[in-house]
């Protein structure tokens, strides 16, 4: 029985794993994130304005930090 649930357990982690793998790749595909946020709030600001959010979201670091 606890053979069963630490398979179902870590088939699940392994599950939330790898769709947080796949969203994150897709989001990448389809353009700049930053782009895509901005389109919420009609995508055209200042660029200074565009910077800091970029860094207030971690845009500006490498992919395997953000």
Do not use: H, K
Not at 10 to 37: E, K
């Amino acid at each position: 029985m606890r053979s069963f649930l630490a398979r179902r357990v870590l088939y699940g982690i392994i599950a939330i794993l790898g769709a947080l793998l796949v969203i994150f790749v897709l989001s990448r595909l389809s353009g700049d994130p930053l782009d895509l946020y901005l389109d919420e709030y009609g995508g055209a600001l200042a660029e200074e304005t565009r910077e800091r959010f970029r860094q207030e979201l971690a845009l500006d670091q490498p992919v395997v930090f953000q």
